[in-house]
T-cell receptor, first 114, second 112 residues
């Protein structure tokens, strides 16, 4: 079946630095990908919709200058957490909708900011 | 936009009993309702889904029902087993470039 791959699975970074998370659709083209954040014991909260070749659409309350999203190709979207702070520590996960309208999730990325 | 409510937030059942989790949605345009099982630190795993042209769907011990008029859908797990213990999320979306909107989740504990 279709696969969405996310990298890295785990990342630790220092406060003030930036970290990039990649989301790839391995065997289908995804014009749209979605980025979610999940804090411990909470649900998946949509951060933004990533659109290939155009600007991402951010949910209310999500800072677009802090969470940079780039969807430069039909198989790759990246989320860059800039000037990371400890409160940005979370589980970040992407998803992509295939042409058949099935939704696939990446493996998720644990970010710890120290 | 879509809003999905999920109840209960926690559920404990004895092994072999049934478990029912209920969700409501607000957007009448939503037409796809998946259920996910998530273990700690892992991606959500799709366990069953239903589309708006169907009222009920069953896959072995798992079933989902949908009431479009009332805008609610439910997950039913029969003959529960300890390995069913996990967090379950309902979600709703409609076709096109729209994201899944998740409920807050239900932590199911199956007691042996």
């Amino acid at each position: 079946g279709a696969v969405v791959s996310q990298h890295p699975s785990w990342v630790i970074c220092k406060s003030g630095t930036s970290v990039k998370i990649e989301c790839r659709s391995l065997d289908f083209q995804a014009t749209t990908m979605f980025w979610y954040r999940q804090f411990p014991k909470q649900s998946l909260m949509l951060m933004a919709t990533s659109n290939e070749g155009s600007k991402a659409t951010y949910e209310q309350g999500v800072e677009k200058d802090k969470f940079l999203i780039n969807h430069a190709s039909l198989t790759l979207s990246t989320l860059t957490v800039t000037s990371a702070h400890p409160e940005d520590s979370s589980f970040y996960i992407c998803s992509a909708r295939s042409l058949g309208n099935t939704i696939y999730f990446g493996e998720g990325s644990w970010l710890t900011v120290v | 936009g879509e809003n999905v409510e999920q109840h209960p937030s926690t559920l404990s059942v004895q092994e072999g009993d049934s478990a029912v989790i209920k969700c409501t949605y607000s957007d009448s345009a939503s037409n796809y309702f998946p259920w996910y099982k998530q273990e700690l630190g892992k991606r959500p795993q799709l366990i069953i889904d239903i589309r708006s042209n169907v009222g009920e769907k069953k896959d072995q011990r798992i079933a989902v029902t949908l009431n479009k008029t009332a805008k609610h859908f439910s997950l039913h797990i029969t003959e529960t087993q300890p390995e069913d213990s996990a967090v379950y999320f309902c979600a709703a979306t409609h076709s096109g470039n729209t994201p899944l909107v998740f409920g807050k989740g239900t932590r199911l504990s199956v007691i042996a």
